[in-house]
């Protein structure tokens, strides 16, 4: 997966859909969350096509 790959993904209310944004390959915040992402355990920071982010790992998105 990379930049650009739309994806779908479980959220609170079903299935959510968008894009990736970009890889993230070291520990950052977003909306007051943290997202212990690192080399060794990187996550996907994804928008949904409303426009809201959030961090991922690879296992829980799927490609389309």
Known sequence: MKAGDKVSWSSHGGEAHGKIVK???????????????????????????????????PSALRKG
Do not use: Q
Request: charged share 35%; hydrophobic share 30%; aromatic share 2%.
């Open 23 to 57: 890889k993230v390959t070291s520990p950052m915040t977003i909306k007051g969350h943290k997202v212990a992402a690192s080399k060794d355990n990187p996550e996907f920071l994804v928008e949904t096509d409303e426009g809201k982010r959030a961090a991922h790992k």
